[in-house]
């Protein structure tokens, strides 16, 4: 079978990408494809997020075992074939700068018959947006992380409790007062 998934930009309504890849195929393959396809760099940190209906991100498949808790089921993309999780019209978000949260838009459009041998893109309109480059951040594009904000915002464990004149510089004898 033949997965036909059209990519588009909610920021750019003349981006579009449709890429065809055998159903058999793991979401590293179609990764890998997807960052070909559109001009990426092929060792940029992706992740494919399985949605709902409004967007809302339900599974995340990343590149690694990401551990740890999260709110969100996770598969890792070399070892999840497509067509074990994947339904027609299900809808994805392809997450390609983690930093500034941007991602494309993806929906499985289509399952036919046949296989190819490799990826195959059919259609590439308008220019793939690009991902930010390490080190081209601003403050601003810092603060507008949710991250960043949140942390920024808060008052550090115990950080309002003492005056500056009670800590030692830990060279000096402790002083009982």
């Known amino acids: 079978m033949i997965h036909k998934f059209t990519l588009t930009d909610p920021e750019q309504s003349d981006f579009k990408c449709v890429v065809e890849i055998n159903s ?21 940190f992706t992740i494919i997020s399985l949605t709902d209906d409004y967007w809302e991100k339900q599974v995340d498949v990343t590149p690694m075992d990401m551990g740890g808790d999260t709110e969100v089921l996770s598969y890792v993309m070399d070892e999840t074939v497509l067509d074990v999780i994947l339904e027609e019209k299900q809808r994805m978000l392809f ?70 004149d009670e800590i030692s510089d830990g060279f000096g004898e402790y002083q009982e007062d």
Do not use: C, W
């Open 24 to 44: 058999e195929s793991t979401f590293l393959q179609l990764n890998q494809a997807l960052l070909r396809f559109m001009g990426y760099d092929p060792h940029l």
């Open 95 to 164: 997450v390609y700068d983690l930093l500034r949260n941007k991602s494309l838009r993806m929906q499985l459009t289509s399952i036919k018959s046949g296989s190819l041998e490799e990826p195959k893109l059919v259609q590439l309109r308008g220019k793939a947006p690009m991902p930010s480059n390490e080190g081209e951040f601003s403050a601003q594009d810092l603060a507008s992380l949710d991250v960043a904000s949140e942390f920024l915002d808060q008052d550090l464990y115990g950080d309002s409790e003492y005056e500056l």
